[in-house]
């Protein structure tokens, strides 16, 4: 079965409203919400439109951690000298993960051309 892209609008409806709710209330002051959603949502559209692969699954992740991170740093808990190593480590960690035989290789690579 196949995901309905049709819920992406709906999901990012619901996370602008609750991140500017956050705002407004001080909850979380501060935060660049249409930055910080935006990579989240690149993130869970990698896996969306691209299904679950190899790929999807280094890009995906990667943007939706660089999302999370973004939000410690607007926040003042890290700074920007301790998210971009993170990012790095993240990027290498997730590339070895991605080498694992039960994530499957992307069907683009797979199909070969007739000749």
């Known amino acids: 079965m196949k995901p309905d892209k049709t819920i992406v609008l709906p999901f990012l409806l619901i996370a602008v409203g609750v991140g500017w709710l956050l705002t407004v209330l001080g909850v979380a002051p501060g935060i660049d919400w249409v930055w910080t959603l935006g990579l989240a ?8 439109v691209g299904g679950f692969d190899k790929v999807t699954f280094a890009t995906g992740t990667f943007f939706i951690v660089t999302s999370c991170l973004s939000v410690l740093r607007q926040t003042d808990r890290i700074t920007i000298d301790v998210e971009m190593p993170i990012l790095v480590v993240v990027a290498g960690v997730l590339l070895l993960i991605a080498r694992h035989p039960a994530i499957p290789a992307p069907q683009w690579i797979l199909e070969r051309p007739r000749p």
Do not use: H, I, Q, R
Not at 41 to 48: K, S
């Open 41 to 48: 949502v690149v993130g869970f559209l990698a896996f969306l």
